[in-house]
DNA sequence: TATTGTTATACTCTATAACTATA
DNA sequence: TATAGTTATAGAGTATAACAATA
């Protein structure tokens, strides 16, 4: 099979146009695709959500994450709040300002990313979601013996 | 929907999966992904590819490309040859270790691929293949007026 | 005047290691 | 001793601009 059709190359082709067209569509609110994806999970979260937690499911270093919230914080789009129940934790909570924020920008960055992916149906989005929720594999991966 | 359920982060995620996959598949041969994409590519055609048509291909810009035939020309992988057709233009072609290089490193970074892929059938891998080659847009892709 | 390859630069992303304060 | 957050650093990836040689 030409090297064309690895579905590895395909994949990262096609990750790095989505990448580039949600940083393009969020560039107006000043954020880009990972503070966004910080600032997007924050909002979700009832009480706030742990470094750890995010850098969990962000698939992230903790020590990035704390690169990404200082961003998000020095814009103030959020806050870090102390945990009652673990002085070690910081819960991570959006501003009212980066609710608003974070709905004008997922606004934009939905339509261009609808756009993006114009060339599938519905259902063919909804089975390529499917796909690469299970190659994502956003549960936890076993790993080689330490 | 939520946040973890946007197709352009399953995308990211999924696809760092694969890159780092697959270079831990080739760190033994001394590649990357990028150079190993370069150098598939020359050993697939007749007679060298151009490093402007590699960075259309890899979607890259030509600069980018300098830097990866360098680092395989170092390796003893690939040389730059000389276009008969166009001076300005130099033919990028493997040397016989780079095609020895290329299908030892090529069936490791396969098997690997295979094995992230694992949890999907040969039919869904099919399926994903298709999506991703639309969504990645290999064709010469329409931009904005310039 | 336009194109190919190149150099240079800056910024972002990725990957580790080590430190602190708490548990 | 283990965990949450932090700092620091180095390397890889991305994005532009400008230049020489050639078309």
Redesign the pocket.
Known sequence: MPFVDNIGFLM?RAS?QLV?AT?AALADDGL???QYSVLSLVCESADGE????L?EVLG????????L??DLDRAGLVE?RPSPA??????VVPTERGRAVRDRAGERADARLAETLGALTEDEQATLRALLARVADLGVAPRVAP
Chains 1, 2 share one sequence.
């Open positions: 990262s790095g580039r940083n880009r695709v990972r742990s470094q750890r937690d850098a992230l270093d903790p020590s990035q994450v704390v690169a919230v200082d870090r673990d002085r070690r934790t910081k819960l």
